[in-house]
């Protein structure tokens, strides 16, 4: 599996785990790595703009913030120009209505995500 493959995959544990705390040694059973390899994939995600939080005992905790829109450069994930700039949003009464506010300051292909 490739690093981009496995930052999906960990994303989507995350997602998965609905708002609990994963410890590496399950992600690295789930995913078939190793703890440090973990650490260093979950660090990459940081430096990506996930908020992701390492607890001691605990494990690894990612956050969706709560009023302020997650903007990752998804570049890393996609080879196309669509999806390569993501947007997502906790609410929002319209996601083309936020496309459509920002005017051209957006990249070609971003693409807004709400939970509700």
């Known amino acids: 599996m490739t ?3 496995k930052w999906l995959e960990i994303l989507k ?13 399950e992600i690295g059973k789930k995913l078939n790595i190793s703890r440090s390899s973990i650490w260093k994939h ?3 995600l940081q430096e990506k703009g996930f908020k992701i939080e390492g607890k001691t005992n605990r494990g690894y905790k990612l956050y969706f913030p709560d009023d302020t829109p997650l903007i990752c450069d998804s570049s890393d994930f996609y080879t196309t120009s669509f999806g390569k700039n993501l947007i997502v949003l ?3 009464a319209s996601t083309n209505e936020v496309l459509k506010k920002s005017g051209n300051k957006l990249k070609h292909g971003t693409i807004v995500i709400a939970e509700k």
């Open 3 to 5: 690093k981009k493959i």
């Open 13 to 25: 544990l995350f997602v998965d785990s609905e708002d609990n705390y994963l410890s590496g040694e």
């Open 42 to 44: 979950i660090k990459s």
């Open 90 to 92: 906790v609410e929002t």
